[in-house]
């Protein structure tokens, strides 16, 4: 029987632009007081990124900043350093930016809003891993091939020779397990995983991270699944499947905006499913939608039409119109990107 070669594995430390890393160690060994910026809504990479960052930079020396427009979703509070987490610059005092998750401004929501000019003059170094970023830094290490943004920060730990600690190896970690859903998912690869050992071999604990992420929910958040489920439609034969969430059903069931996180990965999992959408409406005239899919269907390219944007898999848009006339606009668009096929 003929043996399949397989080809030899780039170590870790050799895996990112050399020039790329060199130009962002100009930034930071300088730098002494440093802000970490996560995107608004964050999850489980963009939290782990800022903090997992935060700690390495610490051990050089640095003061380090972590801030999020947005208050960390009660299911990362057990995240090492999540109580110096800043929703605002303050002062502006920083001799560097470090945009983690996200490679737009606007996507820091009103961190950039409030703080838009000292952000456009200040010294940015973005670190992302979406397939539709385009840098807003003076130095942008885009990896499309890392699995997480913390993944990233793991090539980039081990190339520039950065320390690691046990604290910051659980933030990473967390970021891995959140974007691959426990290892799951189609971007996971044998250098995902090599990242997650260099984590674990320092102190990080897999179980910390996923038993609240993905095992213990509020009571609250399993009423809120379960009414996502039962308002359901679908479309193509099966294939498509949407559904919503409004403010009335968030205080029906006593379910916070953050316990939403869960409810679409839920609907592109239903047996049949190519895509699956979820609609949310907690704001007037405004509809965020989320979006995760199955080959052949890009959730990118579909969000990006909309003015959003993400990965192949997964990919979000903010459609400014109020959920009924968001609805039938974006289902429209899912079914002539999967073909009509027959109506359930």
């Known amino acids: 029987m003929s043996q399949q070669t397989v080809p030899t594995a780039t170590p870790l430390d050799q895996q990112l632009n050399p020039e790329l890393v060199q130009n962002a160690m100009a930034l930071i060994e ?6 970490l910026l996560a995107h ?7 939290l782990g990124s800022i903090l997992g960052f935060s700690h390495i930079l610490s051990l050089l020396g640095k003061e380090c900043v972590p801030v999020c427009a947005d208050p960390a979703p009660r299911a990362f509070h057990f995240l090492p350093g999540i109580e110096k987490l800043q929703t605002t610059l303050g002062d502006e005092q920083f001799d560097l930016v470090i945009a983690l998750d996200a490679g737009e401004f ?8 409030r703080h838009s000019a000292f952000l456009e003059r200040a010294r940015v170094l973005n670190l992302d891993h979406h397939l539709t970023s385009s840098g807003c ?33 659980q933030c990473l970690l967390t970021g ?11 971007n996971v690869t044998a250098r995902t995983l090599e990242a997650a050992a260099v984590l674990l071999n320092a102190g990080a604990v897999p179980e910390v991270s996923v038993k609240p992420i993905f095992r213990t929910h ?28 409004s403010k009335d059903m968030l205080e029906q069931t006593g379910a916070t905006t953050e316990m939403d996180s869960g409810c679409v990965g839920m609907l592109r999992d ?29 959730a990118a390219d579909i969000c990006m039409r909309l003015g959003g944007g993400g990965h192949a898999r997964a990919a979000g848009a903010t459609i400014y119109k ?5 609805i039938p606009e974006v289902v429209a668009l899912l079914k002539e990107a999967i073909g009509e096929g027959d109506d359930e």
């Open 322 to 326: 109020p959920l009924e006339e968001a």
């Open 30 to 35: 300088p730098a002494q007081r440093i802000a």
């Open 270 to 298: 239903i047996e049949g499913v190519q895509v699956g959408a979820l609609f949310k409406g907690y704001e007037e005239g405004e509809t965020r939608l989320s979006l995760r899919t199955y080959e052949p269907v890009n």
């Open 176 to 186: 891995i397990i959140t974007d691959t859903g426990s290892f799951q998912y189609s």
């Open 106 to 113: 606007y996507r820091y929501g009103a961190i950039y809003e």
């Open 218 to 245: 509020p009571l609250a958040q399993k009423r809120l699944e379960a009414e996502v489920i039962a308002k359901a439609q679908v479309a193509c034969g099966g294939r498509l499947v949407w559904s919503y969430i």
């Open 137 to 169: 830094g003076q130095v942008n290490i885009i990896d499309v091939a890392s699995a997480a943004t913390a993944e990233l920060l793991v090539l980039f730990q081990q190339q520039a020779g950065l320390p690691l600690n046990t604290d910051a190896a």
């Open 40 to 46: 608004e809504h964050p999850d489980g990479d963009a």
